[in-house]
Nanobody
Framework: QVQLVESGGGLVQAGGSLRLSCAASGRTFSSYAMAWFRQAPGKEREFVAAISWRESSTYYADSVKGRFTISRDNAKNTVYLQMNSLKPEDTAVYYC?????????????????WGQGTQVTVSS
């Protein structure tokens, strides 16, 4: 089992920055692929970014490419999402997720482990 706890959300003005953190505990964190998803009110949960356990591979949704950066610190069992140049359309609950293999990254159904989410609100 893997337990995930997100933090770092909040209210920020458009153009600002936030860094989200996801602290993991449980089995063999360093062997997992980690990802961030988000869900806005009335919309489906969507993929944001993913990172492989060796941190040699990252993958981003087109909507955040060039603005968001995913990273991880295996020694701290933590994955981060640095969000820059935030837009009002980035407003959502952001979720951390984990799975055993670095494939099918954008498919929510492939992730067995999820955090509780953290709210990000970007004002215009």
């Amino acid at each position: 089992q893997v337990q995930l706890v997100e933090s770092g959300g909040g209210l920020v003005q458009a153009g600002g920055s936030l860094r989200l953190s996801c602290a993991a505990s449980g089995r063999t964190f360093s062997s997992y692929a980690m990802a961030w998803f988000r869900q806005a009110p009335g919309k489906e949960r969507e993929f944001v970014a993913a990172i492989s356990w060796r941190e040699s591979s990252t993958y981003y949704a087109d909507s955040v490419k060039g603005r968001f950066t995913i990273s991880r610190d295996n020694a701290k069992n933590t994955v981060y999402l640095q969000m820059n140049s935030l837009k009002p359309e980035d407003t959502a609950v952001y979720y951390c997720a984990a799975k055993a293999y670095y494939n099918n990254l954008a498919n929510t159904r492939m992730y067995p482990y999820w955090g509780q989410g953290t709210q990000v609100t970007v004002s215009s």
